[in-house]
């Protein structure tokens, strides 16, 4: 056993918090809503998932106290780490033993491949106890592979078999609950007696909807880089003289980077689904934030903060353009491109190739980023769009707009960047107490969904604003969060992606303040996570759930 640190060792002690129905372990007394649909395409979503479409919603109280047949259960963690994990697998454990002690748990190693390749180990008291309340999914690791062909599908039922394996939960973000439904659907159809229930995770705070509050992990994150936010913050308003640019994980959607400026109150905070929505130019926002930056130099301050979401570069329309243009010619003309050896040469090539837009947007870039742009490729040959270091890109971009404001005699101040990325330093972060104790509510869902003999099912934990004993604990059929989007040329099923509503509260609110919070320094410091203390300091939900529930 690893030495474990002093804050590790008493928050093992800490016993999440359940929901009331679960006042007799996960024996529950289910309530079936009406049948359901899907948020749009119902017609085809009916006919891809002919056996689980319309399946009822389920919600949970209190049952009698007994026991059912032993189950033995597989659970896989797939894609990017979030805070709780450990916890959803600790609440599982518990609940399928409160079912019956006798009921097994095995951990599929390193996401969905362990299943496909039959790797796992038998989840025991003493592996549970070591992880329970910490981050990290190193339990039993996650991976990316994506578990949707009908081979995977038959792989992972002889894996099963072998174990007695007769239910899987599948802990993942939107495609990886998609497959989750696609493998329900598959065994259902088929007569293997197979449950397959998902769990809605992802620090990007995408995976949400009417019915699923929040995707476990956004609150711990965002606590994490709230506070090296509001440190920053401190730093810009001690020193007086650096413009902080920081860039926040979130793949696509903006809920990360807007949380955060709830929680800190930056001076500028990009939305990218805002860009798509005003069609704006990289023009356009290099623009605005320099007008802030001479709005403060005026006032004497020659500091700030941005905040700039990971994936605001694919929102830019121009840039989108460009970026697939890329994507084409890369692949067209691959040989050509690799021929040339000298860097300054290969754009030159590329800058020629493109059309008129494109290679002007191109050229405005700074050299680092086109050379970014053409270089980091994925195995698909597609733009890391991730690897882009669109903080660098716009400090620069700015900095030299601010150099032409100068020689122009608008703009008087100074301008001196610091860039930042925060990603990774929130994904394993010990799981906030409402993580902690929603990933555990999650899990024990989970087991009664199982126990009540659920296929195709999201565990759902609601209300979730208030205190536990309020909490609502269900099941949402999975086809319900479904509509048909074109992937890689071809229909698909998908569950629809939750990108920030700008007519949403949280945007909303945002958009209220942001003017006063440019030009005033109105920075919060919100410190770190505190596990134990006073509740207004350890059990706060994030901004974001508590307008959107308001
Ligand atoms: P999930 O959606 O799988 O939870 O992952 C989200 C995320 O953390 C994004 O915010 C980020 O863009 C990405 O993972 C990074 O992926 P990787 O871990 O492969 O570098």
Not at 107 to 128: A, C, M, R, V, Y
Not at 508 to 527: I, L, N, Q
Request: hydrophobic residues 40%; charged residues 20%; aromatic residues 8%.
């Amino acid at each position: 056993m690893n030495k474990i640190s002093a804050l590790q060792k008493a928050r093992a002690a800490y016993q999440p918090k359940l929901p009331p129905a679960f006042a007799n372990g996960a024996m529950v007394k289910v309530i079936e809503g009406a049948k359901t649909s899907c948020v749009a395409d119902a017609d085809k979503i009916s006919q891809y998932f002919s056996a689980t479409f319309g399946s009822p919603e389920l919600t949970f109280q209190p049952g009698q106290s007994g026991t059912l047949p032993a189950l033995t259960v597989g659970v896989i963690l797939s894609g990017g780490q979030a805070p709780g994990g450990h916890n959803v697998i600790a609440g599982l454990y518990d609940g399928l033993k409160s079912l019956n002690p006798a009921s097994k748990l095995y951990g599929f190693l390193k996401g969905p491949d362990g299943l496909i390749k039959g790797e796992q180990i038998l989840l025991t008291d003493e592996i549970i106890d070591a992880y329970r309340n910490t981050g990290g999914f190193d339990m039993i690791g996650s991976g990316r592979t994506k578990l949707e062909t009908e081979e995977h599908f038959k792989s992972a039922q002889k894996h099963c078999e072998e174990l007695g394996i007769k239910s899987l939960v599948i802990i993942g973000g939107d495609d990886s609950n998609t497959n989750a439904c696609l493998l329900a659907e598959y065994y259902k159809k088929n007569g293997i007696g197979i449950n397959v229930i998902g769990c809605p995770k992802t620090i990007d705070g995408d995976l949400k909807n009417d019915c699923i509050e929040t995707s476990f992990g956004f609150d711990t994150a965002c606590r994490v880089y709230s506070e090296l936010i509001g440190n920053i913050g401190r730093d810009a308003n001690s020193a007086k003289k650096y413009w902080h640019f920081i860039k926040l994980m979130g793949r696509s959607a903006s809920h990360i980077a807007l949380e955060c400026a709830l929680q800190t109150q930056p001076n500028i905070a990009i939305i990218s689904e805002e860009v798509a929505a005003r069609k704006m130019t990289l023009k356009d926002l290099v623009e605005n934030i320099a007008e802030v930056v001479a709005a403060r130099a005026d006032r004497g301050m020659n500091f700030g903060v941005a905040l700039i979401p990971e994936g605001l570069i694919e929102f830019i329309p121009e840039m989108k353009t460009l970026i697939a243009s890329l994507n084409d010619l890369l692949a067209q003309e691959a040989e050509t491109f690799n021929s040339l050896f000298d860097t300054s040469e290969k754009l030159q090539f590329i800058s020629s190739r493109l059309s008129q837009d494109s290679s002007f947007v191109f050229s405005s870039l700074p050299r680092e980023i086109q050379v970014q742009l053409c270089l980091d490729r994925d195995p698909h040959g597609n733009v890391q769009v991730s690897l882009i270091e669109t903080e660098k890109m716009l400090a620069e971009m700015v900095r030299v707009r601010l150099n032409e404001l100068k020689s122009a005699g608008v703009y008087k101040g100074k301008f001196s960047a610091q860039t930042h990325f925060f990603g990774y330093e929130g994904r394993c972060a010990a799981p906030s107490n409402y993580d902690a104790d929603y990933c555990y509510s999650l899990g024990y869902t989970a087991a009664a969904l199982l126990g009540a003999g659920a296929t195709g099912y999201m565990a759902s934990v609601r209300n979730t604003t208030k205190p536990a004993s309020e909490w609502v604990a269900g099941g949402i059929p999975i086809t319900m969060m479904m509509n048909v989007e074109r992937r890689h040329g071809q229909d698909k099923p998908v569950i629809q992606k939750a990108l920030v509503k700008l007519d949403g509260a949280p945007f909303r609110e945002f958009a209220a303040h942001r003017a006063e919070w440019a030009v005033e320094t109105s920075y919060v410091y919100p410190g770190p996570i505190q596990y134990f203390g006073p509740s207004e300091v350890c059990d706060q939900v994030t901004k974001t759930l508590m307008l959107e529930r308001e």
